[in-house]
T-cell receptor
Framework: DTGVSQDPRHKITKRGQNVTFRCDPI?????LYWYRQTLGQGPEFLTY????????KSRLLSDRFSAERPKGSFSTLEIQRTEQGDSAMYLC??????????????FGSGTRLTVV | AQTVTQSQPEMSVQEAETVTLSCTYD???????LFWYKQPPSRQMILVIR??????QNATENRFSVNFQKAAKSFSLKISDSQLGDTAMYFC???????????FGKGTRLHILP
């Protein structure tokens, strides 16, 4: 296992188009997270899954955003009708929650979205 | 609301010097975890060090160590013998034991000068 993989690395799209990003977590991790990071800021939580169940969504995640993790393995994040304000780095991370102990996240390299 | 504050947006030090990055956090929880993450330019974020709040002993990882002051809600990172490869954004982060998501500070951009 080579870590958390995200695809694509970069995406340029026109305003109003739909985009979809993919994340492949570390296989033995039971949690998968999506964060958004804008320039000069720390990552902001969007949503997370435990196995295939989406357990929490941030209010940052408008109804144009949807995330899935259909078989508890990879996850997709779709943004519909993109807006310029959606331009950001979208980070995926996975973690192992073991008996209530948090060991921190392993992050992917991110997908940089530019909406023009 | 639980927050993480990093008061130093940017710092520069000479190679081989020691540098300390500050972090404070606000929570009403008693059990939680603290982290420092490093994000090099155009590269992925990696975990530098982890501290469990119920452990009094400060965590250490090679040249990286923390000064954890629970009563003051302070969690600073010390980098000894700094190297050019330490140039990166550093994020302080926090997660309560009962919660499910890490909260990040805004980061400190650290430049190690040759």
């Amino acid at each position: 296992d080579t870590g958390v993989s995200q695809d694509p690395r970069h995406k340029i799209t026109k305003r109003g188009q739909n985009v979809t990003f993919r994340c492949d977590p570390i296989s033995e991790h039971n949690r998968l997270y999506w964060y958004r990071q804008t320039l000069g800021q720390g990552p902001e939580f969007l949503t997370y899954f435990q196995n295939e169940a989406q357990l929490e969504k941030s209010r940052l995640l408008s109804d144009r955003f949807s995330a899935e993790r259909p078989k508890g393995s990879f996850s997709t994040l779709e943004i519909q009708r993109t807006e310029q304000g959606d331009s950001a780095m979208y980070l995926c991370a996975s973690s192992l929650l073991d008996r209530g102990l948090h060991y921190g996240y392993t992050f992917g390299s991110g997908t940089r979205l530019t909406v023009v | 609301a639980q927050t993480v504050t990093q008061s130093q947006p940017e710092m520069s030090v000479q190679e081989a010097e020691t540098v300390t990055l500050s972090c404070t956090y606000d929570t009403s929880e008693n059990n939680y975890y603290l982290f420092w993450y490093k994000q090099p330019p155009s590269r992925q974020m990696i975990l530098v060090i982890r501290q469990e709040a119920y452990k009094q002993q400060n965590a250490t990882e090679n040249r990286f160590s923390v000064n954890f002051q629970k009563a003051a809600k302070s969690f600073s990172l010390k980098i000894s013998d700094s190297q050019l490869g330490d140039t990166a954004m550093y994020f302080c982060a926090f997660i309560p034991q009962r919660d499910d998501k890490i909260i990040f500070g805004k980061g400190t951009r650290l430049h190690i000068l040759p």
